[in-house]
């Protein structure tokens, strides 16, 4: 009895060892906690094609690894960055200017308030709204200061990953407390959300986007590019992402009378981007892996507040990842138990 307790005591302290040295490594690294998601999610969707190569084609472990990274680097990083460098200083630029954000809120206040019958922006709510979109949009785009070193070390991480991925998936299998068959249909369920989430929802923003320039474009709109991709930005948001957008934009000509460009991209907006997204999420996310759009939007406000930018991918990640434990734990604890009984 004693060599049992003391067993369980040395238990115990070990794992409150292991515990604790596991907040304060969470805590000192929780910046670079966006680049080890990234690689975990890239190593899933890489690791068949790695194998692949590495054992059926004989491919060299390190050679195959850093390819892979060099790769993926031309087709996320690069592209990203560059993008990111051209939007922000716009973005800035637009939202540091309140002064005239405020203008054109009471000049539309002003003309449809013989329509309305009343004041649709006071003083204090015009304000408000400026001060909303001057602290919520830079979220959006320029949360992630480390943005480069985050990019870095998922490099690095990707390419550690693959390289050990057959001691990588022993330790996953002694570590995670479920079966075999349990097991294989975690890694099976988790390519798919993963692969519906870090493809689909990417995927969908970039016809957005591209959509959206085209209504811009043909009706006249300035800066159409810039704003097709703040609308390939939000449409990350189900439902109402893109009216963050387009309404702004529609109030804006209308407060300059062209009245004529504030309908159309209103229409254009509402009727065809707005369709696309639903069309684009069937079309698109229902074939790589099906994903409740409830999920995808909290998901999306999970991860914005918790990883900056890259959580627009890695928040319904880890949505996705609750619903996956709480269905295991139900099999594996809750059914099992009532049926013993």
């Not at 949009?137 to 990953?161: D, G, H, Q, R």
């Amino acid at each position: 009895m004693p060599t049992s307790f003391n067993l369980h005591l040395r238990q115990l302290l070990m794992l409150g060892i292991v515990f604790s040295l596991g907040i304060l490594l969470i805590a000192t690294l929780y910046n670079f906690l966006p680049a080890l998601l990234g690689s975990i999610t890239l190593y899933i969707l890489t690791k068949k094609l790695f194998k692949q190569l590495t054992i059926q084609q004989k491919w060299y472990k390190g050679f195959t690894a850093i390819l892979f990274v060099i790769l993926l680097i031309l087709l996320i990083a690069v592209p990203l960055f560059f993008s990111l460098q051209w939007a922000v200083p716009k973005t800035n630029t637009l939202l540091h200017n309140q002064n005239e954000i405020i203008n054109r809120l009471e000049i539309v206040s002003k003309k449809t308030e013989p329509y309305l019958g009343k004041s649709i922006f006071t003083k204090e709510t015009v304000s408000t709204v400026a001060k909303q979109l001057t602290t919520y949009i830079p979220t959006i785009v320029t949360t992630s200061v480390n943005l480069m070193a985050n990019f870095c070390m998922l490099f690095f991480f990707l390419f550690y990953f693959l390289y050990n991925t057959y001691d990588v998936d022993c330790f996953l299998k002694k570590i995670i407390p479920l079966s075999t068959s349990d097991y294989k249909q975690l890694a099976d369920e988790t390519f798919i959300i993963i692969r519906a989430n870090a493809l689909g929802i990417p995927l969908v923003s970039i016809v957005h986007g591209l959509v959206a320039c085209l209504g811009y474009s043909f009706f006249g709109v300035e800066n159409w590019g810039f704003w097709g991709f703040l609308t390939g930005l939000f449409s990350f948001f189900p439902f109402v992402g893109i009216m963050v957008v387009w309404v702004p934009l529609s109030i804006y000509y209308y407060s300059i009378d062209q009245n004529y460009v504030a309908a159309a991209v209103a229409l254009y907006s509402s009727i065809i981007t707005g369709n696309v997204d639903y069309i684009t999420r069937i079309g698109i996310i229902k074939k790589l892996g099906k994903v409740h759009p409830m999920i995808t939007l909290l998901g999306v406000i999970v991860g914005l507040k918790l990883f900056g930018f890259m959580g627009l991918i890695f928040g319904p990640l880890l949505i996705s990842y609750f619903m996956i434990l709480i269905k295991f734990y139900h099999k594996e604890f809750i059914t099992n138990i009532s049926t013993n009984k």
